[in-house]
């Protein structure tokens, strides 16, 4: 099976723009969740998303959203991005019923300029 | 809430064993999960204990006690490729099923 892929691999964007990054998760996985990785506030949580309703919300701003698609797959949005929204967004697919086994994309490196 | 706690680095030689420890503090708790980060790579997962004892996945082992509120990755036969970060991560089970990581520990192997 394919993994989970992300697209962009990279971005440089400046402050107060939006930025709207893309996941697919592995064939057969409902569940989609995605991370924010800074070297100052480690791997934290941004939400879930299974069969298109988000599940769980992390503690973000408003700023940060996603949906999923009817094919699984899911976007995130930034909008009026911050400096310090610079990070590599993670997204990962879970099988069903076993949320703890989470695989991760290879991530989209984000850096707000 | 959920905070872990683990070592920042952890150094060691090729052929050696070397534990990673994880303690937690959660409202609730639902499993404890270990993964393994390479400089500029993804998460990959490699170990899940939802019950107390020792869960082995060829050189790697993880334990878990619930009533200490604790656990450990335990790496046999370094490799040099074992050098990597690892995170030991929770999930609530008050409810809201939010993943919590921990900072992650480094290892270094040395040759």
């Known amino acids: 099976k394919a993994g989970v892929t992300q697209t962009p691999r990279y971005l440089i964007k400046t402050r107060g723009q939006q930025v709207t990054l893309s996941c697919s998760p592995i064939?057969?996985?409902?569940?989609v969740s995605w991370y924010q990785q800074t070297p100052g506030q480690g791997l934290q949580f941004l939400f879930e998303y299974f069969s298109e309703t988000q599940r769980n919300k992390g503690n973000f701003p408003g700023r940060f959203s996603g949906r999923q698609f009817s094919n699984s797959r899911s976007e995130m949005n930034v909008s009026t991005l911050e400096l310090g929204d610079s990070a590599l967004y993670l997204c990962a697919s879970s099988p069903e019923g076993r949320p703890e086994t989470q695989y991760f994309g290879p991530g989209t490196r984000l850096l707000v300029l | 809430g959920q905070s872990l706690e683990q070592p920042s680095e952890v150094t060691a030689v090729e052929g050696a064993i070397v534990q990673i420890n994880c303690t937690y503090q959660?409202?609730?708790?639902?499993?404890l999960s270990w993964y393994q980060q390479h400089d500029g790579g993804a998460p990959t997962f490699l170990s899940y204990?939802?019950?107390?004892g020792l869960e082995e996945t060829g050189r790697f082992s993880s334990f878990l006690s619930r009533s200490d509120s604790y656990g450990y990755l335990l790496l046999q036969e370094l490799q040099m490729k074992d050098s990597a970060s690892y995170f030991c991560a929770v999930r609530d089970e008050g409810g809201s099923y939010i993943p919590t990581f921990g900072r992650g520990t480094s290892l270094i192997v040395h040759p």
């Open positions: 959660t409202s609730g708790f639902y499993g």
């Open positions: 204990n939802a019950l107390d």
């Open positions: 064939s057969g996985h409902r569940s």
